[in-house]
């Protein structure tokens, strides 16, 4: 599939959400996927970028991201009825090997994605293999999410939350999700 860049990657103006502060790490990412269609929000004057973001959540992000194209046949997760806001983001998601789902028939879309999810996600979505590795002492060199977690770094997506460790099975905040695409552009 074709990933879209969605507009430029400086949006044109911060958000008014009275929880994003202008100079917050996150600021510019969340006003560049307000501006892109790519979330609107909890409502019109919260983002809620601490709360955890949900699998349901990020592939929706990502769908959006692409411009939101039409799968060709909807997914058969038992978890996700065809009428939920995100049942064609799965679909697309399934479609582009994004992911398989949780096992067992299900996609989880209520389960908060960690981070590692998070890059995995991103990275087949959008990301090229790379000869680095990772260097965090929380990430297996095996590691499902090795390579993601790689590409990640290099190409400037995340760095870690520190002191050498990726956090993989950390949550995904939507403020570090949106971030996350933010880079990638």
Known sequence: FLWRAAGSPEPKTLSSFADVPADAYYAKA???????????????TLFAPDATCTRAQIVTFLWRAAGSPEPKAMSSFADVSTDAYYAKAVAWAVENGITTGTGDGKFSPDATCTRAQSV??????IGKLVDSKAEFSDVLTDSYYANAVAW??????TNG?????????????????????????
Request: proline share 2%.
């Open 120 to 125: 995995t996600f991103l990275f087949r979505a």
């Open 30 to 44: 969340v006003a560049w996927a307000v501006e892109n269609g790519i979330t609107k929000g909890v409502s019109g």
């Open 152 to 157: 990640a770094v290099e190409n400037g997506v």
């Open 161 to 185: 939350i520190g002191d050498g460790l990726f956090g993989p099975d950390n949550s995904c905040t939507r403020a570090q999700i949106v971030t996350f695409l933010f880079r990638a552009y």
